[in-house]
């Protein structure tokens, strides 16, 4: 399946700037793993078993990129984009919030550190 471009200009909108390197990734794979989840989540709700079930042998045979899971979303749960935006902007939404009380807090905090 395509995989989104989540990069250090997401995170930095977020409110998380001056991250070294390995920070970058780590977020970046942990909002992939989050996203991932999530958006299984969500879809699992709207499926039926046999469409579960389907998807899931797709998986284990292909991978998470391969080209037949995409195709199997697009025909069997069609609104699975718009599932991965809503999810992905509420995941951006509770790291914005996260980044601010951080800020709040630590400029409230002597020396505002």
Not at 54 to 71: L, S, V
Request: hydrophobic fraction near 40%.
């Amino acid at each position: 399946m395509t995989r989104l471009s989540l990069g250090p200009e997401m995170l930095a909108e977020a409110g998380y700037r001056n991250l070294t390197r390995n920070q970058v990734e780590e977020c970046i794979k942990d909002l992939y793993d989050t996203l991932e989840v999530r958006v299984g989540r969500s879809l699992s709700r709207k499926a039926t078993a046999l469409q579960l079930a389907q998807f899931e042998k797709i998986i284990d045979r292909e991978g998470d990129d391969g080209p037949e899971g995409a195709i199997w979303l697009r025909k069997n749960l069609p609104d699975y984009r718009e599932v991965v935006v809503e999810e992905l902007g509420l995941i951006l939404d509770r790291l914005k919030a996260a980044a601010a009380a951080h800020h709040i807090k630590r400029d409230m905090t002597p020396g505002g550190r």
